[in-house]
Structures are given as C-alpha cells and as structure tokens.
C-alpha cells in the first residue's frame, strides 16, 4: 500500500482532480477559480467542498443547485479510493466524503512507515527565518511565568525546520535601562563577587535586594521632607514605606547575608539613585567602565540562563543586545526616520509613537485581528533626558517583587 507525509493533501488531490475533470467535459470554456475546494464548517456537509457553481451559474444562465447535480453526475470517483461519495447539497453546494476505512489505513500505515517524518510537508519554496523567543531580561531567573516562551518559540523552530526552512534562533537582550544599571550598582557595592552557585540566581537575588533598599531609602527621604506636601500626598508616601519595609523583612530573611551586605553598603551612599542614573548614562553612551560593569553582569545572568535551556534542550543561534544597536547609531537612525512621519509625538519631554494611528491610516486593526471600539495605546521610544542621553525606551521602575518560582 502507497503511504504519504500528508494523506489528507491525497484526498484534496483526488477531489480536487475529479472535480476539474468533470468541469472540462461540461463547462470547458468556464475559468477554473485559483481556490476549487474548502473544508466545510461543519462536517455534516462533507471534508471537503465546493462553491463555485453559484459563480457557474452567472456564466451558465441555471440555477446553482442544478448545475451541481450536473456536475455530481459527471464525476467519476472510480480511480480515486480515498473517496467515498460526493453529493448535491443545498443551493448549489458540491460536497465530497472521505472514505473513512481507506483513510485511516492509509495514515496509520503511513505513520508506521515515515515514522518522525510522517505530517512534515516539505515546503515549495523554502525560506530564511528569523526567529526570536525567550529573550527574559538578565535581571533574574526564567521564572514559571516566562518559562512558556522558550518552549513556544523553539517547537515553531522545529516545526518550521522540519518543514525545510532554514530557521536563525535569536535572543533579544534586554541590557538598556534602570533594571540592568540596578544590579550593576549593587554588584559593584559587593565587590564583584564570584556568584556560588547558579549565576542567575545570584543576579536575581541582587537586583531583588538592591532595588528594594534603594525604594525605601527613596520613599524614607521623601517623608522625612514632606512638610510642604498635601497630607494625603504624605499619607500616600507613608503607606508606601510601610509596604516597602515589609518587602524588605521578606528580602532580609530570604537572602541573609546578601542583605546584610548591601545594606551596610549602600547606607554609606548619600544618592544611590544618582549613582545609578549615571551607570544607565555612561553604558549607553559606551563609556569603558559602565560598559564593562554592565556586561559583565549581564553575561553572568545569562550564563544561568544557557544553563537553563541546555537543560531543556533549547539551542540559540545569535545574542542579540540592545546596547549594541544604541552604540553603532541604529536607534538613533531609526529614531529619526519616524520623528519625519505623522506618527511620532512628544509628551512632557517623552517620544511616543502613536499605534492608533497607524493602525487606523494602514487598516491593521482587520490584519492584526482587533476590534474597531478598542484603541491602541501610544509605545514610548525615548525616555525624558533626565533619564538618559541615548536610550530607546523599556523603563521598568524597579519591584523586587518577582514570582518566587523559577526554571533551573
């Protein structure tokens, strides 16, 4: 018995030629639609069907329905086992049946026979693929929550490989921005200690830590100079302390001589949060210190994570870093290409990019499957000049408070 990669793609042949062949001898003069047969909603009415004598109709001046039955009539199903019977239905619907019994020999064999090769059509015109996936920020472990994404984007990989496209697995590092910086800044308080351990849990644990000595410091000085300010304004300050010393009890039990560690350090600096915004100046600015502060730390957590997917047999091709398209002018080339469309705005010193807009001028919302009523919020491309000189935007302010289960 034959067997085939796809033998549902067999049964539409064999529709699909009977169908044509039928067509030929009653209507050789009609141009055949590019589309012959589609898979009917409901399987009441067939596998496969198809519509097109209710076009036929106009070039035939007959009803659709019996055209249909003419057509029914004029196919031979002889030379084709994998169907059953077609019919006649409704206005002028062709519909065909699969023959259950040979279909089902005809893949449970072909699946002995193929094996892993069996249901991988190979593609007509095979394709160069980018692929990212992944791409967690190097801030903490891949906890449970972002641990879908490696194993999305590399069974689309394999799946799109199988399929004879050739397929680049990239991974985006997000190491631009306050979060990275964070971590940097309590790296550097501890000395730049060789992790012990898993590196990406130590990173975690440091950014954890830090930012939360860093906000309650922040949020401690506030109230202390809040005299001015609205009571409520204060009262606000206050809860947020308290919510924050709390955090800082957990982090304190959680990692206790991490703790203790930063704490003592960064009690000695009068502006942590200065210290900070200068390392986010100085990396994207390419300055030698920050630049080799913040890779290193950087590459420690993503040491942790190829630890991480060599374990769960996921493979990268390319580490794609965000700070390199800052250094080499690509953001700022991009930047100012859309700062001469329509679609770019300013907002309190903000560069946003307005969504909505587009979406709205290029008809995407139909493409992209969104509603009309739902409106597309503006992306922000560049932060306020306060923040940073060059950066592209990813501003995330820093809680500590990530899910505490994570991917090793």
């Not at 982090?251 to 390392?279: C, G, H, Y």
């Not at 509603?371 to 560049?382: A, G, Y």
Request: proline share 5%; net charge negative; charged share 25%.
């Amino acid at each position: 018995m034959m067997v085939s990669v796809n033998p549902f793609a067999e049964f539409y042949a064999g529709c699909e030629t009977a169908l044509k062949n039928a067509l030929n001898r009653q209507y050789p003069d009609f141009p055949l639609p590019s589309i012959l047969l589609e898979v009917p909603h409901n399987l009441e009415f067939g596998e496969l069907a198809a519509s097109l004598c209710f076009e036929l109709a106009k070039h035939a001046k007959k009803k659709p329905r019996s055209i249909a039955e003419e057509i029914v009539q004029a196919i031979d199903v002889s030379g084709f086992p994998l169907i059953e019977s077609v019919q006649a239905a409704g206005a002028g619907y062709i519909n065909f049946r699969v023959n259950s019994e040979t279909f089902s020999s005809l893949t449970i064999e072909s699946a002995r026979a193929l094996d892993l090769e069996y249901g991988y059509v190979k593609a007509s015109e095979p394709q160069k693929i980018l692929l990212e996936h992944t791409s967690v920020n190097p801030v903490h472990p891949i906890h449970i929550g972002q641990a879908r994404n490696p194993m999305l984007g590399d069974t689309i990989a394999r799946i799109l490989t199988e399929h004879g496209h050739t397929v680049s697995r990239h991974y985006y590092v997000d190491d631009v921005g306050r979060q990275s910086a964070v971590i940097a800044y309590g790296y550097l308080k501890l000395g730049k200690p060789k992790p012990k351990g898993k590196p990406d849990r130590f990173i975690g644990g440091v950014y954890a830590v830090t930012s939360c000595i860093m906000e309650v410091k922040r949020l401690t000085k506030a109230v202390e100079s809040a005299e001015n300010f609205e009571d409520e304004e204060v009262s606000k300050l206050k809860r947020d302390l308290d919510e924050w010393t709390s955090i800082v009890a957990d982090m304190e039990k959680r990692f206790p001589k991490l703790f203790v560690q930063l704490f003592e350090a960064i009690s000695r600096d009068s502006d942590p949060e200065e210290q900070v915004s200068k390392l986010i100046r100085g990396y994207e600015a390419g300055e030698e210190e920050p630049k080799q502060l913040l890779r290193e730390v950087c590459e420690l957590c993503l040491s942790g994570f190829r630890e991480t997917l060599v374990n769960i047999e996921i493979s990268i091709d390319s580490w794609d870093w965000e700070s390199d398209l800052i250094w080499n002018g690509d953001v700022n080339r991009v930047i100012e290409e859309l700062k001469k469309t329509p679609y770019v705005f300013e907002e309190n010193g903000v560069l946003e990019f307005d969504a909505e807009k587009v979406a709205h001028d290029l008809d995407l919302k139909d493409v992209l499957g969104i509603s009309d009523e739902h409106e597309l919020s503006p992306l922000t491309l560049m932060r306020e000049p306060a923040c940073t000189q060059h950066g592209i935007s990813r501003i995330i302010c820093g809680s500590s408070r990530e899910p505490s289960e994570s991917l090793t």
